[in-house]
């Protein structure tokens, strides 16, 4: 056997080890960025075969937020693609205002800037008064962040243009306190979401939801478990009832491609078909 394809089946059996032992699947994610993340922990770990790190997957717990860290990419910006937020503020946001209650799903929300950022704009919208955010993700560690709202001072100020690029209607620093160069994110905006586990892999709905925005989740994701989460997200929907996705990522192709029409092709925000205009 050629070494390549030795180290293919190592992580081969490396990710049936997670998924036996600890429930966490990522055998339907996208094989050559997954390589990529396997041999960066094999690496972290100082071991040479990816293979010596199983006995470890299986007899240390305290192994498995490494493991995890490693391989679900926890990294996200406020802001993030400002021209998003800005067609979200102007295009969506109006027609959400005209539901009595608004629920909003971010699956795969890593370190909380994302829906941060969207309950920001809620509230200068006027609308977060009657909105409910729930983020959610599969990494604890990363969610245990989000819900503590606390970020370098620094990567708060280096989000400020993108902030105004995305409507901002004030400061960016109006929605944190800061202290030793540190800033934590206002109460009344953190209040506003709800942080908790969800595993896109293997769990159902979350909820039911008028605006699902799932960025740069599925571009990790092969094409069946991409669409598996799509009709995930489908059935959450509310009728008429809107899903944004990341920069790479669209239907076509998937499963859920017609039950869906673009709102807004250039930004991949799409509303559920058979709503109302
Ligand atoms: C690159 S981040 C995207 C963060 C944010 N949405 C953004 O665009 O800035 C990908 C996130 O998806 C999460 N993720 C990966 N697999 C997941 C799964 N099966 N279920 C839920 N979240 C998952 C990761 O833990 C990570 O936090």
Known sequence: MIRDDLQDLEIQLFLEALALRHGYDFRRYAKASLKRRVRG????????????MIPRLLQ?????PSVLSHLSVPVSEMFR?????????R???????SYPRISIWLPGCATGEEPYS?????????????AQIYATDINDAALAKAEEGIYPEKTVTAMAAAYLAAGGRKSL???FHTAYNFSKIDDQIRKSIV????????????????????????????RQLQNRVLELFHEGLVRGGYLCLGN???????????LFRPLDRKHRIFKKAGGLA
């Open 195 to 222: 942080f908790a586990h969800h595993n896109l892999v293997a769990d159902g709905v979350f909820c039911e939801t008028h605006l699902v925005l799932c960025r740069n989740v599925l571009i990790y994701f092969e």
């Open 60 to 64: 240390d717990e305290g192994f498995l």
């Open 248 to 258: 790479r990522e669209s239907l076509s192709f998937t499963s859920c491609e017609n």
């Open 173 to 175: 620093s109006d929605y």
């Open 118 to 130: 969207l309950a920001i704009m809620l509230q200068e919208e006027g609308l977060l008064h009657k």
């Open 41 to 52: 922990l094999a690496e972290t770990e100082g071991v040479r075969e990816i293979s010596d």
């Open 91 to 97: 295009g969506v946001l109006p027609l959400l205002d």
């Open 81 to 89: 693609d400002p021209a998003v937020f800005l067609a979200l503020r």
